[in-house]
């Protein structure tokens, strides 16, 4: 049994270290100071996001008769996100620290126990200030840390802004022992405001002659691409005649105003969502709801997650969405905690039930069979993409001692990533820059691969470096052309290549002519 709770902060700094090293992600408007909650997928990480969204719609669309597909528009009708319930009720709670203003998440602080030193004002000559403060010590912690902190906290109301705030009076301290509290930041012990709810949405205007208080110039992003699939519901089930049990899936972006954007990308305010909205019956909703939560466990599977690695969390009555009826979270044991990845969800018929009331136009779906009207059920698995191209890349990440050909020992980085993901899928080499054959060869496989697949050839530096190179992106094969393949060693090896396995570091010999049959199997 896996522990939940491990962590190991030291491989994640290594991981983004690499990403942001090879270019897989980058932190977005870095020149100006970053912009918090945003990336930027660099040309490695573009490939990546891009094979598992590709895989992801051949998997839940292409290959399948009962699932259509759909591009909804990121900018959203007011009207729309009401009837959802996302304009009066996405929100969390949140509060701010009073010394350092940092917003937090209040579900997320973690209850702390110590000594509270309370304050009623501090003064300095003729001037004083009456707020009431407070400051949390944990056991050990000295007292005059709790007055250094206030002092910090009551000189932000003082005129002169270059006083030092231990020329400050404090007035009416008084102690109480706090257990479980969640009053304080864990970062400085400085008292929170109180609770509120914060609208994750990001709001816009539309049209040149939008005024803020014209309603129908509001628009919002969307925050999940759920929507437009429900909006669109009638349209696509009379173009498209399909019929019930069917899904439509969308993938996309959504944003979110996310009070705490954290662990790299996991918790971002734009990111991309792989989602599938499968109408059904509503005898049947709890049925497709577990036979999608094996569905999808199974796909992690298939591109490079251990099945042990997952984790399904039933969430509890209380706990789930207003619309869900039951919500299974698809968990990975990320190396920052077991943080959720996807939510398979029954959302009953709540959303086409909504938007048929606030639009008064028929949603309903007619049963040819058995002439019944009514209106769809819907599960939904919704998976999060830039969260699974996290999972995948943390997964990857390997260090490994190796003994090279002079017998000294170095330290592989390799990414294990399964080559249907994996940025690049070979490497090409000439063994010698300089042998005109060799390189001629070289730039004909690459020209013949390049037209299926993404590969990159390197004549730079001694083979081995390049291989290294390739293992730290994740490249499953390289291919070395080398004395051999032009049949100056053995004739009976003339046209054939070195290919090189990634993981084992294997080698063996291939005809050219079976090169691309070969690879294409490698890596669907
Ligand atoms: N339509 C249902 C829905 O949006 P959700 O649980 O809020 O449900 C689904 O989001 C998935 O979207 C999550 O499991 C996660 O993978 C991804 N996701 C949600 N918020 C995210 C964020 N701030 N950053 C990155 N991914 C996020």
Known sequence: MADKEYT???RMEKIVSLCKRRGFIYQSAELYGGL????????LGVEVKRNLKDYWWRRNVQEREDIVGLDGSILTHQAVLTASGHVGG?????CDCLLSKARLRADQIEPQSGTAYHYSGASEGEWTVERRFAVLLREGQNENKARKTARQYYAQFHPNKSLSPKTLELQGETTSQEENTTSFNPENGSLLTEAREFNLMFKTQMGASSSEDDPNAVAYLRPETAQSIFTQFKNVLDTSRMKVPFGIAQIGKAFR??????NFTFRSREFEQMEIEYFCRPGDGLRLTDEWLENRLSFYEDIGLPREKLHVLDVPDGERAHYSEKTYDIEFDFPFGCQELEG???RTNYDLSKHQEHSGKPIEYFDETTKEKFIPHVVEPSAGCDRTVLALLCEAFDEEDVVDTKGKTETRTVMRLNPKIAPI??????LLKKNEDQVRISREIQEELGS?????????????RRYRRQDEVGTPFCITVDFETLGEEDPELKGTVTLRHR??????????ADLLPRLLREIR
Do not use: L
Request: proline share 9%.
């Open 503 to 512: 993981d084992s570091m294997e080698q063996e010999r291939v005809a050219i």
């Open 36 to 43: 918090n909650g945003c990336w930027d997928y660099g040309p």
């Open 257 to 262: 105003n996310e009070i705490n954007p954290r």
């Open 344 to 346: 398979v969800a029954y």
């Open 90 to 94: 996405f929100s969390d709670p949140m």
């Open 8 to 10: 190991d902060p030291e």
């Open 452 to 464: 299926f697949m993404h590969v990159f050839y390197d004549e730079t530096g001694a083979v081995g």
């Open 425 to 430: 899928k070979a490497a090409i080499f000439p």
